[in-house]
C-alpha cells in the first residue's frame, strides 16, 4: 500500500514565514498555514475546506480582526476543527490577492482587507467577505457564525457549493481573457481624458467624493494628456490634487510622506498607513507638475517625502521597506496626533499662537478630540520670518514624536515598489537637481538587480532578513525595467538599458499569452495558481500590462530596435477593444508614448560641458512622453534609428528632436531645445543658429 501522506502538524506554521504580517499572526491559536503546496495538499487529503484570509502588515482592520478573532482560543478551535487555515500577505503574493478579489466582487460584496474567503480543497473560491465582527453587528454576522454556517452549507448543500464554484471559476477565466482592438485613436484620448477631468472634485481636489485616494495612475495619465491635448484642465486637476493633499492632513507635516487615503472628502483625515508605492509614484507626479509650473510647495514636499524615505524607509542593501502601520499601541494614529496641551507645553508661547492657527490646533481638536495637523485652511506661504517659525516648530514637535512608540514597519523589500521608488528617484534628482537622490536610486537598484536574482535570471517579488518570500511576478519584471530606463536615461550608463532588455525578454519567456494576448500577473511555472490572472485595469499601483508596454515603448525610442514597437502595440491591442479601456490610463499613457513620443538624442561626448545643459533640459522636461537618448557615436545607433548618423556640429554637441521616425535639426541651445519640446511636432529648424543638418 502507498504510503498516507504526511499531514503537517497542528500548530501554527507562521512562525518560519519572513513576511512581517504573517509574523504579526505566529502566535495565534490558529493553526495558520503559509499559502503554498503543502498547505493545498492538506486540505485535499483531509477533505475539509480552506479559510483564506488575506492582509498586510499596516492594515488598521486587519488588526481588529486578529485581536477580536484569531487571537480568542474559542474562535481559533472552531476554525481548526473546520477547516485548513491558511494566512496570505497580499504584498508578497498580490497575484493570490488579486484571483480571490475578483471571486469577491463576483459575489456582489465591495472588496478591502483583510479578505476572508472559503475555497474547496481544491483552492476553488465558493463563498466570503472582508471584516467580520466576533458579535452580530451592523447588520453582519459574528464570525463564529459565518464559521459554523460555512461549513455546514459545504457538509450538506454541495450542490449549491458546487454551482457557485462554477460560476465563479467560468467567470474568473471570462475575466482573465483579452479584449483587443485597435490601438488608441485621437478621440479616445480626448473622451478618457476629459471623462476623468470631469470626476474630478472642483473644489479639493482628487476623485469626486469620499474616501479619497491619490490615484496617481489616473493623475499622470491626465498630465500626460496636457501635452498631447492641449487642455488646460488636465493640468489644473493635478496641480490642485497636489496642492490640497501636499497642505491636508493626508500629509504628515512633522516627517513627512502622504498616508494611503483620506477618509473623508477633504483630505483631513488620513487612514494613518503610509505605503512606499503612494509615496513613490507622488514624487514623481510632484516633480512633474513641478517642471510644468515650479512651485515651492512641490518642491519643499518633494525633499521632505525623500527625506522620509531615507529616514525610515530604508531596509537591506539600500533598497526601501514596503510600510508603516497605522497603528501604534493598537491605536490607529495615536503616533500623529496632537491635543493642544501638548503643543502648547513644548512650544513657547508666542510660537504656539501662530503655529497652532496655521497647522487647526484647537482645544476641541479636529478628529476624536485630537488634532490632526494641517494647513487646508491656511495653505499660502507666509511671510519668511513666519515660515522660519514655522519650520522651528516642526523641528520641535517632531523631535517630541520621535520619543512616542512608533508605528510597525513591514520592512520585507518588494521589487515592483522599489521599482517605481528608483523611476520617481530618478525623474526627481533631475528636476529639482539633487544628485544625491539619483545616488540613492541607483543604490537601490543595485540590491533588487543584485540580490534579488533568480538563477534563471528572472526577479525575486519579496525579499527579507536574507531570505526570498515570493517569486517574481509580471509586475516586478516590468517596474524594474521601467526603473532601468530611467536611470539609462539619467545617467547614459549602457548597463541599464542592458538590465531592462534583459527583464522586458525574459517577461515575454514567462509572463507574455503565445497567442499575444498581453501578459498573466503569474508566470507560466506557477504551481499554486487556480486562474492566472491578466488584467490592463490599474488600481493604487499601475498594472503590469501598462508598465509593460511603457517599457516596450520606450524601448522602440531608445533602441530604434522594430521588435519593441511591434511587441507594445500587441500588449496595448490586447486591451484596447475592452470597454472600461478608461481603467487603464497607464496603457493608454503608454500608447502615446509609442505614437506621438519624442527621443531627444544628445549627439556629442556626455562629458562635454556644452551637452550636459542640453540632457538636463531634456531630463527635465515635464511631457512624460520624452526619452533622452546619449549617442556619443551616432553612427553605433541602429541603422533603423532616425537619429542614426546624426552628430555633433562643427565638433559641439547638439540635440536631436525625434517624432514620427522624422529628427529635427540640430539644436545647441538649452532654450530652444525647451522651446522645441514644448510643441509635439519635430521642429523644423534649430534655434541656436548651428549649421543646417539634413532632418
Known amino acids: 500500500m502507498p504510503e498516507a501522506p504526511r499531514l503537517p502538524p497542528p500548530e501554527n506554521l507562521l512562525r518560519y514565514a519572513t513576511s512581517p504580517y504573517l509574523l504579526q499572526h505566529a502566535d495565534n491559536p490558529v493553526h495558520w498555514r503559509p499559502w503554498g503546496p503543502e498547505a493545498l495538499s492538506e486540505a485535499r487529503v483531509t477533505g475539509r475546506p480552506i479559510l483564506l484570509s488575506i492582509g498586510y502588515a499596516a492594515c488598521?482592520?486587519?488588526?481588529?480582526?486578529?485581536?477580536?478573532?484569531?487571537e480568542d482560543p474559542e474562535t481559533a478551535a472552531l476554525m481548526n476543527r473546520l477547516f485548513v487555515n491558511i494566512k496570505v500577505d497580499r504584498e508578497e503574493r498580490p497575484d493570490i490577492d488579486a484571483l480571490y478579489?475578483?471571486?469577491?466582487?463576483?459575489?456582489?460584496?465591495?472588496?478591502?482587507?483583510?479578505?476572508?474567503?472559503?475555497?474547496?480543497?481544491?483552492a476553488e473560491p465558493f463563498w466570503g467577505?472582508?471584516?467580520?465582527?466576533?458579535?452580530?453587528r451592523w447588520g453582519r454576522p459574528s464570525f463564529r457564525q459565518v464559521l459554523l454556517g460555512v461549513a455546514e452549507a459545504y457538509r450538506n448543500e454541495g450542490d449549491k457549493v458546487a454551482q457557485n464554484v462554477a460560476a465563479l471559476k467560468g467567470a474568473l477565466t471570462r475575466m482573465a481573457a483579452t479584449t483587443p482592438g485597435p490601438l488608441p485613436t485621437e478621440a479616445t484620448f480626448d473622451r478618457v481624458a476629459l471623462g476623468l477631468v470631469r470626476a474630478t472634485d472642483a473644489k479639493e481636489g482628487g476623485l469626486a467624493g469620499a474616501p479619497k485616494f491619490p490615484n496617481p495612475p489616473i493623475f499622470r495619465f491626465l498630465w500626460q494628456m496636457h501635452h498631447r491635448l492641449g487642455q488646460p484642465a488636465c493640468a489644473d486637476v493635478v496641480h490642485l490634487l497636489l496642492r490640497r493633499m501636499s497642505q491636508g492632513g493626508i500629509?504628515?507635516?512633522?516627517?513627512?510622506?502622504?498616508?494611503?487615503?483620506?477618509?473623508?472628502?477633504?483630505?483631513?483625515v488620513p487612514h494613518f498607513e503610509k505605503m512606499l508605492y503612494d509615496n513613490a509614484q507622488i514624487l514623481e507626479l510632484l516633480a512633474l507638475a513641478h517642471a510644468g509650473d515650479p512651485d515651492p510647495l512641490y518642491a519643499e514636499r518633494a525633499a521632505e517625502t525623500v527625506g522620509w524615505l531615507e529616514r525610515e524607509m530604508l531596509a537591506e542593501g539600500g533598497a526601501f521597506a514596503s510600510s508603516l502601520d497605522a497603528d501604534s499601541e493598537g491605536e490607529e494614529g495615536k503616533?500623529?496626533?496632537?491635543?493642544?496641551?501638548?503643543?502648547?507645553?513644548?512650544?513657547?508661547?508666542?510660537?504656539?499662537?501662530?503655529?497652532?492657527?496655521?497647522?487647526?490646533?484647537?482645544?476641541?481638536?479636529?478628529?476624536?478630540?485630537?488634532?490632526?495637523l494641517n494647513r487646508r485652511r491656511h495653505a499660502q506661504r507666509l511671510s519668511e520670518d513666519a515660515e522660519a517659525t514655522l519650520a522651528r516648530c516642526r523641528r520641535i514637535l517632531f523631535e517630541a514624536r520621535a520619543r512616542r512608540v512608533p508605528p510597525g514597519r513591514d520592512d520585507k523589500i518588494l521589487a515592483d515598489w522599489n521599482g517605481l521608488a528608483i523611476a520617481a528617484l530618478a525623474r526627481a534628482a533631475v528636476v529639482f537637481d539633487r544628485s544625491d537622490w539619483l545616488a540613492r536610486a541607483r543604490d537601490a537598484f543595485r540590491f533588487?538587480?543584485?540580490?534579488?536574482?533568480?538563477?534563471?535570471?528572472r526577479l525575486l517579488h519579496a525579499w527579507r532578513a536574507g531570505r526570498a518570500g515570493a517569486a517574481g511576478l509580471l509586475e516586478d519584471h516590468a517596474a524594474m525595467a521601467r526603473a532601468a530606463l530611467a536611470l539609462y536615461e539619467a545617467t547614459g550608463d549602457r548597463a541599464y538599458l542592458d538590465h531592462a532588455v534583459a527583464w522586458a525578454e525574459l517577461a515575454e519567456r514567462h509572463f507574455a499569452d503565445p497567442e499575444g494576448g498581453g501578459y498573466y500577473a503569474s508566470a507560466a511555472d506557477a504551481t499554486d495558481v487556480l486562474i492566472r490572472t491578466r488584467s490592463a485595469a490599474d488600481n493604487a499601483t499601475p498594472s503590469g500590462n501598462g508598465l509593460m508596454a511603457e517599457v516596450q515603448a520606450r524601448l522602440f525610442h531608445l533602441t530604434g530596435e522594430d521588435r519593441w514597437r511591434r511587441l507594445a502595440e500587441q500588449t496595448i491591442g490586447a486591451f484596447a477593444g475592452h470597454e472600461g479601456i478608461g481603467a487603464m490610463p497607464t496603457l493608454l499613457a503608454a500608447a502615446d508614448l509609442l505614437t506621438e513620443g519624442a527621443t531627444v538624442v544628445i549627439a556629442g561626448d556626455p562629458d562635454d560641458p556644452a551637452a550636459q545643459p542640453l540632457a538636463r533640459t531634456?531630463?527635465?522636461?515635464?511631457?512624460?512622453?520624452?526619452?533622452?537618448?546619449?549617442?556619443?557615436?551616432?553612427?553605433?545607433?541602429?541603422?533603423?534609428?532616425?537619429?542614426?548618423?546624426?552628430?555633433?556640429?562643427?565638433?559641439?554637441p547638439a540635440a536631436?528632436?525625434?517624432?514620427?521616425?522624422?529628427?529635427?535639426?540640430?539644436?545647441?541651445?538649452?532654450?530652444?531645445?525647451?522651446?522645441?519640446?514644448?510643441?509635439r511636432v519635430a521642429p523644423a529648424s534649430g534655434g541656436n543658429g548651428t549649421a543646417a543638418a539634413t532632418a
Open 251 to 268: 500629509y504628515d507635516h512633522l516627517g513627512g510622506a502622504y498616508a494611503r487615503y483620506s477618509v473623508d472628502a477633504v483630505w483631513l
Open 448 to 457: 533588487i538587480a543584485g540580490t534579488m536574482r533568480m538563477p534563471d535570471g
Open 129 to 136: 467577505g472582508t471584516y467580520f465582527p466576533p458579535e452580530p
Open 618 to 652: 531634456a531630463l527635465a522636461h515635464p511631457d512624460p512622453a520624452v526619452a533622452v537618448l546619449r549617442a556619443p557615436d551616432p553612427e553605433a545607433l541602429p541603422a533603423g534609428h532616425p537619429a542614426h548618423g546624426k552628430g555633433p556640429v562643427d565638433g559641439r
Open 60 to 70: 488598521h482592520w486587519c488588526h481588529v480582526m486578529a485581536h477580536e478573532s484569531f
Open 335 to 372: 503616533f500623529y496626533v496632537w491635543t493642544e496641551a501638548e503643543v502648547d507645553a513644548l512650544l513657547p508661547a508666542e510660537d504656539a499662537a501662530l503655529f497652532k492657527a496655521t497647522y487647526d490646533v484647537t482645544a476641541e481638536g479636529n478628529w476624536e478630540h485630537k488634532t490632526i
Open 101 to 122: 478579489m475578483n471571486a469577491l466582487h463576483l459575489l456582489g460584496e465591495h472588496g478591502g482587507w483583510p479578505l476572508t474567503m472559503f475555497l474547496t480543497p481544491e
Open 656 to 679: 536631436y528632436v525625434c517624432r514620427g521616425g522624422t529628427c529635427s535639426l540640430p539644436v545647441g541651445d538649452p532654450a530652444a531645445l525647451r522651446l522645441a519640446l514644448a510643441r
